[in-house]
């Protein structure tokens, strides 16, 4: 007989081997597919003019076989068209090497101002809709540009062209629709960045991203006196292993210019200069100008995109709203932000999706996209909403997004932490309350990490529904399955002893005390797991308006409605249904001073504890707003 010492550690060896099988077998594709590359294609490098006389660094790669014509694939990229040097190529080319494999002209750009590109970089620059003149440039009149001279100087090339990208390259793509080149056939923004300060990557409607902003933006908004083949360093002076407490440390926001960036960092600056919504904001965005879209477009995102879940939502819809002559799809899979463009996507920590949905989307989906409106193969026949339920784990297919199907529903919370689709009755002070004490947020994950990760997105939220500072109210055992299939609203009626105050819902699914350990993770038990299915902040001083913030009235029972984006997913017969509420969600999001004033501009002196009310009685139910498919 074994000692769990000697178990434990031949479970250790096991997963060590399964490691270094699963690496080694990553860097046996990566060789070959590198191999590939040099072996099937030529590769250029070019400074393309555009119209104002800048020149962009470009670099194709052209396939050697010279007896066809092929389409031209196009990416834009703040990150690096490189590697640069003719005989320094990518490891592979394309949304994946069933491209590369299949025949396509490549095509990345470093975007204006950024590495090898003249002129001055400007992160999710303004479109400007009525130019003047030549000087009045854009993203849009960037890929114009670049995508007519590609035509006309690239030999073997068919006239079709398709652009995509990821992240902000996928706001780069959906700036290519937008007054579009004529050769532009077809366009894949892939969680592009779309807005900012409403829910992506920097703010989720108006609160601050405090962790993965402050990394990001190290890099991204140092300056860049001259172009330069090297990226700046990411900062990486934290000085601990752990997030909360390097920026508990940091105090107020303000203190990051003081100690870090010392005024260099212009990005940062900006957004320390807008903490409304403004017109700084509100031009960043394409959303206003997706009208009259002539490419095809297919968007696509992660339901688990701890990054840009907002954009695809918003990019799709706005095009839709247009009601465009040319196709426009949607695709959201059980994946991470880009996750879909390596691996099986068959499980995220310990959630398995029992089917290999990344190697789907790749063949099935993007490859057949891009080969019917580039090439003219066989219309794969797509429907217009693509996507996976997670619960159930299957792919279903919409004749619209939001589904026609789905109805609006009210999840009401209730005394005693009940939570049911049934209206309270109760007509008097019927609330709960906790104290939310800006020198104690409730931590985002209870993990000890410095950088943010994405496991937050889907790891088991029962370390914070033990937390005095956390509202739980959950369901009965459901009777029958309930699916989820669009938008979630979460409308609160609240009050604070402060003026101002975040609000956090998490929306999450309760595993049975019997659930099956099918975890990936070796030794994990499942019974009793929460799973995060959607979760968003609001920051109560824009809850009537984005552009002018109100301070809330000490003790005043207000009404706080947030867009907590789409999800799509079943919440099994058995299971629960479970929704938290709090008022800090750290160092994910800042803190709130919770006292009324431009928090990018507070003092140590302006954070202050307070006591948070949420109401459900009758005229003052809170409660989330689900869009249902089933609920028998």
């Known amino acids: 007989m074994k000692s769990s010492a000697g178990k434990t550690y031949i479970l250790s060896a096991a997963i060590s081997m399964l490691s270094f099988g699963a690496f080694a077998q990553r860097s046996a594709t990566q060789k070959a597919d590198s191999a590939y590359v040099r072996d099937h294609y030529t590769k250029m490098e070019k400074m393309i003019p555009m ?45 994946s090497m069933l491209f590369a494999r299949e025949g396509y002209i490549f095509v990345y750009q470093d975007v204006r101002g950024r590495y090898l590109s003249e002129g001055k970089f400007v992160a999710t620059r303004p479109y400007i809709p009525h130019k003047k003149n030549k000087t009045d440039i854009d993203e849009s009149s960037d890929s114009y540009d670049t995508i007519d001279w590609l035509v006309k100087n690239i030999p073997h090339n068919n006239g079709n062209v398709g652009t995509w990208g990821i992240s902000a390259p996928g706001f780069y793509t959906t700036m290519t629709t937008i007054d579009a080149h004529p050769a532009l056939k077809a366009a894949s923004p892939q969680a592009p960045v779309t807005d900012w300060f409403m829910g992506d990557d920097r703010h989720h409607n108006g609160a601050f991203f405090l962790m993965g902003t402050f990394s990001f933006l190290s ?105 465009p002559k040319s196709p426009n799809y949607l695709v959201m899979g059980p994946w991470i932000h880009g996750g879909w463009t390596r691996g099986d996507n068959d499980a995220l920590g310990n959630i398995r999706f029992h089917s290999a949905t990344g190697p789907y989307f790749r063949e099935q989906i993007e490859l057949a996209f891009f080969n019917h409106y580039l090439k003219g193969t066989t219309d794969p026949q ?226 202050q504890k307070a006591t948070h009310r949420v109401y459900f009685k009758t005229n003052e139910a809170s409660h989330l707003k689900l869009s249902v498919i089933k609920a028998d």
């Not at 990229?77 to 590697?83: E, I």
């Not at 990411?234 to 909360?244: C, E, M, R, V």
């Not at 609240?494 to 049975?512: Q, R």
Request: proline content about 8%; hydrophobic content about 35%.
């Open 51 to 95: 119209r104002d006389g800048i020149k962009l660094s470009t670099i194709i790669y052209i396939p050697k076989d010279d007896t066809k014509k092929y389409p031209i694939l196009f990416d834009r990229t703040p990150y690096s068209a490189g590697p640069y040097g003719e005989n320094e190529y990518k490891l592979s080319l394309g949304p």
């Open 219 to 323: 890099y991204y908004g140092a300056p860049r006196p001259v172009p330069t083949p090297e990226s700046s360093p990411s900062f990486s002076a934290y000085g601990t292993p752990n997030a909360y407490e390097f920026y508990k440390n940091l105090g107020p926001l303000k203190n990051a210019n003081e100690k870090y960036f010392k005024g260099e960092n212009e990005i940062w600056n900006e957004m320390m200069d807008n903490e409304s919504y403004s017109s700084f904001w509100q031009s960043r965005t394409p959303v206003p100008y997706l009208k009259n879209i002539k490419p095809a477009v297919m968007t696509v995102g992660g339901l688990f995109d701890q990054e840009d879940l907002y954009g695809p939502l918003k990019t799709f819809g706005a095009i839709e709203k247009n009601k």
């Open 382 to 607: 797509l429907p217009k909403a693509t996507i996976f339920e997670t619960g159930s784990n299957q792919w279903k297919k919409y004749s619209a997004w939001p589904p026609v199907e789905a109805q609006e529903k009210n999840l009401y919370f209730h005394a005693n932490g009940k939570l049911s689709f049934e209206a309270p009755a109760a007509a008097g002070d019927s609330f709960d309350e906790f104290i939310s004490d800006p020198n104690k947020p409730v931590p985002y994950t209870k993990e000890i990490r410095i950088d943010r990760g994405s496991d937050f997105m889907y790891e088991d939220q029962r370390f914070a529904a033990t937390r005095p500072d956390v509202l739980v109210y959950q369901t009965e055992v459901l009777d029958n399955d309930v699916t989820i299939a669009g938008n979630l609203l979460a409308d609160l009626f609240v009050s604070t002893t402060g003026t101002d105050a975040d609000f956090v819902v998490k929306l999450i699914d309760v595993y049975p005390g019997d659930a099956p350990n099918d975890s990936p993770i070796a030794g994990t038990k499942m019974g009793g797991f929460q799973l995060m299915v959607r979760g968003e902040v609001m920051r109560s001083k824009f809850r009537k308006s984005f552009s002018a913030p109100e301070a809330m009235v000490p003790g005043e029972v207000t009404e706080v409605k947030f867009d907590m984006q789409d999800a799509s997913h079943c919440f099994k017969k058995g299971h629960k249904i479970m929704v938290q509420v709090q008022s800090s969600w750290f160092p994910l999001v800042d803190r709130n001073p919770q006292k009324f004033v431009d928090i990018y501009k507070a003092t140590e002196a302006d954070f």
